[in-house]
């Protein structure tokens, strides 16, 4: 069942699917402009950040068709319609968890000796999700087909992240070269960026439980969300969990000058946060209206909120782009103020619908907040400047090529194209 | 083909990431024997596909009936239920007859006999799980009578009673009296309850 259609209560659902669009979108196109006007980075480093940016758009647009599903009486669509959205917005979450895959093989380092090799690597993970698709909708055809599929994209993403990671984060952590020790930490951040959701589930693998935690996910339906919970349990879940006690391990552990709190603080809150989620799911009852709630938050909040928190502090604190330059800098400030508030109107968002509050409180909170992060961006951006010639991470310049970053994109383009086209095949069997 | 970065180093910098993949292919390989083709999955797989999610509606119907017997009379008590209900969904789960009576006899110290005997007319199905469909009493307390079948559940394969049917109460009465000539037109009460159920 779709939580938005269930908790009509909470009639925050669309305006938070509205905000988390507007986040993405807006976290998308910094990233993608930045990756295509900043030539004085690394190209290794722009063609990351247009691999983020390229899954925030794909993100944007996946919000676009919850909208749609949501509201569907609003657009008239019929039930045939409200079928295929769903086929495309699964298939467009497939082709995002062959990006997260992707993602990972290049950055914080690529994993590959040569250019040629990733492009071969990037090019295989598409083939699988085709492949994969298409066999999935031959075989089992309609809705069966599409789990299946995303099943396989989801263990591939997840798996290639998971042990990516794992392999930089535990290399590296310790080392002597502050550049590489960077390497290990920009990895985990990215870890906990693209798989909070699965890292939050850690209870589950550790305790054997296969409760269905997504039962609240508007994202692909209860029934995938069932199998891909059992898969990544199975495959991903381990990998995840063992990493999260690992850096928690590690960061509680390594020397006082080499420690992280950014990090330690971000694996202990995934800890703590994960075992309320688990204590929630199994002391609520599942059929009331807070645990509909709670699991539609969970999912919604790491993938919508704190998602780009993370990915704007691995941006700004590994030095991605260019901030010498002042008009990229001006600039980044006034989209860093644009994602600082759209993020806090998400946040209350959240808030407003567990506490419901008059609006009058909640927009003055949010100009509280507001106040306190323009100063915490003015501060920050200051301190960001300083050492903005740093190179904070060990990258080739001449791994990737100038154009690269713009392939990327035209690429992306395409293969969102097949996602869709893929999803109306899938659509028309179900 | 792997950078050089990512490339396997020396015993003593790999030692942690071969001790994640240890622990990682041990819980893999726990998740693939326990959870996914263990007992556990089944038993998820099982629970699942049972439909939980029903809800089953009950109502209560009551007939309340007044006769009056003479010594060596009886009389037969009916009630009836029309056929809608079960064009309704409704079934027969559960139905109690209680025949009560006093002595109205002024002075008389000794009760009357009287006798009590359930059926259903109209209507065959499977036999309840609980039956007591005859009583006689001696000593003014009351006779109660039930039917009550399985409850009623959304796959359930029971044949339960569908209507119309009538339910009928025999009753008869003899008198015993210790005051000659002093204990006629005995008043007797029969109460039917009926429970109708639905799945929802």
């Known amino acids: 069942m779709l939580l938005g259609e269930s908790v009509a209560s909470a009639g925050s659902v669309e305006e938070l699917i509205i905000l988390s669009f507007g986040l993405s979108a807006l976290m998308g196109i910094t990233f993608l402009w930045l990756s295509l006007k900043d030539e004085k980075t690394s190209n290794t480093l722009r063609v990351g950040l247009m691999q983020m940016g390229l899954l925030f758009m794909v993100n944007s647009l996946i919000f676009v068709i919850y909208y749609l599903r949501t509201s569907p009486e609003l657009f008239g669509f019929s039930d045939k319609v409200q079928i295929y959205l769903l086929a495309i917005s699964s298939m467009l979450n497939l082709f995002t968890m062959i990006q997260i895959g992707i993602l990972f093989t290049i950055f914080p380092l690529p994993i590959l000796a040569k250019r040629k090799n990733t492009i071969r690597l990037g090019a295989a993970l598409i083939l699988l999700m085709s492949v994969s698709a298409l066999l999935a909708n031959m075989r089992f055809g309609g809705a069966t087909g599409i789990y299946l599929a995303y099943n396989i994209g989801a263990v591939a993403g997840i798996g290639i992240s998971a042990f990516v990671t794992a392999r930089w984060y535990l290399l590296y952590r310790s080392n002597k070269d502050p550049k590489y020790r960077n390497v290990a930490i920009a990895s985990a951040f990215l870890l906990f960026a693209f798989n909070g959701s699965s890292i939050m589930l850690w209870p589950y693998t550790i305790f054997f439980d296969q409760r269905d935690l997504f039962a609240g996910s508007f994202l692909e339906g209860g029934a995938l969300a069932q199998e891909v919970v059992h898969m990544m349990l199975a495959f991903n879940g381990p990998l995840v969990a063992i990493i999260l006690f690992a850096i928690i391990f590690k960061e509680g552990t390594v020397e006082r000058e080499k420690r992280d709190y950014t990090i330690l603080g971000l694996s202990v809150a995934f800890l703590i946060f994960g075992l309320a989620n688990y204590l929630v799911q199994i002391l609520v009852p599942s059929d009331g209206n807070f645990a509909d709630l709670w699991n539609y938050f969970v999912v919604t909040g790491t993938f919508g909120l704190i998602r780009p928190l993370i990915l704007i502090i691995v941006a700004l604190r590994f030095n991605i782009f260019d901030l010498t330059n002042e008009k990229i800098r001006n600039r980044t400030r006034v989209i860093a103020l644009l994602i600082i508030t759209v993020w806090a109107a998400a946040f209350f968002e959240i808030i407003q619908a567990f506490i419901p509050m008059p609006q009058l409180l909640s927009a003055a909170l949010i100009g509280a907040f507001l106040a306190f992060a323009i100063g915490w961006e003015d501060k920050i951006f200051e301190n960001l400047a300083d050492r903005a010639d740093e190179k904070v991470l060990p990258v080739d310049d001449q791994y990737f090529e100038d154009d690269d970053p713009y392939r990327l994109m035209m690429l992306t383009i395409a293969v969102t194209v097949l996602a869709i086209g893929l999803g109306i095949l899938s659509g028309g069997s179900i | ?200």
Not at chain 2, 23 to 32: A, E, K, P, Q, R
């Open chain 2, 1 to 200: 083909m792997l950078s050089d970065d990512f490339k396997m180093k020396t015993r003593t910098e790999e030692k942690e990431f071969v001790i994640f993949v240890v622990l990682s292919v041990i819980l893999i390989t726990m998740h693939v024997f326990f959870v996914i083709f263990g007992p556990a999955y089944e038993e998820l797989n099982d629970s699942k596909s049972e439909p939980t999610d029903f809800v089953v509606e009950n109502v209560t119907i009551t007939d309340n009936q007044n006769i009056v017997l003479q010594n060596g009379g009886s009389d037969t008590v009916v009630t009836e239920l029309t056929s809608n209900w079960t064009d309704e969904g409704w079934y027969l789960t559960s139905l109690v007859v209680t025949v009560s009576y006093s002595e109205t006899a002024t002075g008389d110290a000794d009760c009357d006999t009287v006798s009590a005997d359930l059926e259903i007319e109209g209507d065959s199905g499977d036999e309840p799980v609980s039956s007591t469909t005859t009583g006689s009493v001696t000593d003014c307390t009351n006779i109660v009578l039930e039917m009550i079948w399985q409850d009623l559940e959304s796959d359930s394969d029971v044949d339960y009673l569908q209507t119309p049917f009538d339910i009928e109460t025999d009753i008869s009465l003899t008198v015993d009296s210790t005051v000659p000539l002093n204990d006629n037109d005995e008043q007797i009460n029969v109460s039917v309850e009926v429970i109708m159920s639905r799945v929802q």
